[in-house]
């Protein structure tokens, strides 16, 4: 898949967000500063398109941008992070589970994205839990490895494969773009073939 044209199409903060035009939605989660902002900045290679932030948190709304009039990204914000009030976590978790759970025009695949340095956490086994639980096909990015030498990327990496042995796992760095072929190509896959 080679990426001509992008647009910023909606950020939305409610409930009732779906965009539902009958494109197909790709949409990234994971937890808070695990880079999702940074992997849809970098596939599209774009600096600033998605706001990344030091700080956690930095994702408040879902975001949809058109990638080539044929589908969205969708990024979306962090689950689990620490240091907000436990009902403003309620509320983001509200809204990517309403999204997960009712939104209409179902995502044709959930990328699901991980530190690779920290592997599967039991937020994002309960995620990985509800996203099968409403049939989403997803995928999962281990993301940062250029913080990792080339053995304990050997490790880490199995150890998340043996947590989900049933989901295909993407070693990337959003900030060296390894891996960024490979992902691009499937998402073509997936966006002709639907599978
Ligand atoms: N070393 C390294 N740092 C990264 C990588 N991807 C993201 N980061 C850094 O991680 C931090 C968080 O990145 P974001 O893209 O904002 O993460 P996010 O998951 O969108 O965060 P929220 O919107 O807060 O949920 C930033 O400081 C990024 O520069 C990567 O592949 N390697
Ligand atoms: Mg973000």
Redesign the pocket.
């Known amino acids: 898949m080679k990426i001509t044209n992008v647009e910023f199409v909606k950020g939305v903060i409610g409930d009732n967000y779906s965009l539902d035009d009958g494109l197909p939605h790709i949409a990234f989660l994971?937890r808070?500063?695990?880079?999702?902002?940074?992997?849809i900045n970098s596939l599209l290679n774009r600096k600033n398109l998605v706001r990344?932030?030091?700080k956690?948190?930095?994702?408040r709304e879902a975001n949809f941008y058109c990638i080539n009039d044929i589908c969205y990204f969708v990024d979306f914000?962090?689950y689990g992070y620490a240091k907000c009030s436990q009902k403003e976590r309620d509320k983001l978790a509200k809204r990517i589970l309403w999204y997960i759970q009712h939104a209409t025009t179902k995502p044709n695949i959930v990328v699901l994205?991980i530190d690779a340095q920290v592997g599967i956490t039991p937020t994002d086994d309960e995620m990985i839990k509800t996203l099968k639980n409403n049939h989403h096909q997803i995928i999962i990015i281990a993301?940062?490895i250029?913080?990792l030498n080339q053995k304990s990327l050997v490790s880490k990496i199995s150890a998340i494969k043996n947590k989900v042995s049933d989901v295909d796992i993407f070693p990337y760095?959003?900030?060296t773009k390894q891996g960024q072929e490979k992902l691009l190509e499937l998402f073509g896959s997936i966006l002709t073939t639907g599978s």
């Open positions: 994971g808070s500063n695990v880079g999702k902002s940074s992997t990344v932030s030091k956690p948190g930095k994702t914000p962090g994205i993301n940062k250029d913080k760095s959003a900030q």
